[in-house]
């Protein structure tokens, strides 16, 4: 069983729309929870983090973290083509500085 | 900002040679690490550094070796090129506070190809 688990799509959505990208771990451990953004041939890019259960809201992101069910997800609200990349959803768990990556959700936005 | 530079972005190597890559950050953390990326597979850890001169294996140290003798500086060692290590090799670093996880920033990465 993977450790960090993402649907590798593609996720097509329309400008506009909201994108919706999801995240499952293995490790009851994990305490801190990444979202990077990778576009084709480019290194990935924080976006947004998120330590605690809920939502956490930056300008047009939101992640939400459910650490009963073992789940983060991240919101794209108005989604523009120059969203369309490679999601990678990361995870640290207690005491250590190690981060488990998932593979990636590819987005692609239409206009 | 955080700036974390990789010392080139394409790379070409002959099998059998010894290839150094070289990473340097400018935000004086204390931790640092070496992946590599390829299709499918994302990003997999080969060594990372927590201080100077201290190392750790990563999830695929085979093949290859890391120094880290001055803080800003790590670098991964290819001791003898082989062709299944033709990749994207990315270094990041982060910092170590007592509060809170840190996140880990990012080099522009290397393309190495093992000819």
């Known amino acids: 069983q993977k450790e960090v688990e993402q649907n590798s799509g593609p996720l097509s959505v329309p400008e506009g729309a909201i994108a919706s990208l999801n995240c499952t771990y293995s490790?009851?451990?994990?305490?801190?929870f990444f979202w990077y953004r990778q576009y084709s041939g480019k290194s990935p890019e924080l976006i947004m983090f998120i330590y605690s259960n809920g939502d956490k809201e930056d300008g047009r992101f939101t992640a939400q973290l459910n650490k009963a069910s073992q789940y983060v997800s991240l919101l794209i609200r108005d989604s523009q083509p120059s969203d369309s990349a490679t999601y990678l959803c990361a995870v640290q768990s207690y005491n250590t500085d190690k981060l488990i990556f998932g593979t990636g959700t590819r987005l692609q936005v239409f206009p | 900002d955080v700036k974390v530079t990789q010392s080139s972005r394409y790379l070409v190597k002959r099998t059998g040679e010894k290839v150094f890559l070289e990473c340097v950050q400018d935000?004086?953390?204390?931790?640092m690490f070496w992946y590599r990326q390829d299709p499918g597979l994302g990003l997999r850890l080969i060594y990372f550094?927590?201080?100077?001169?201290?190392?750790e294996k990563g999830d695929i140290p085979e093949g290859y070796s890391v120094s880290r003798e001055k803080k800003e500086r790590f670098s991964l060692i290819l001791e003898s090129a082989s062709t299944n290590q033709t990749s994207m090799y990315l270094c990041a670093s982060s910092s170590t506070l007592l509060s809170s996880n840190q996140p880990q920033h990012f080099g522009d990465g290397t393309r190495l190809s093992i000819l």
């Open positions: 490790d009851r451990g994990s305490q801190s």
């Open positions: 935000m004086d953390h204390e931790n």
């Open positions: 550094s927590y201080d100077v001169k201290m190392k």
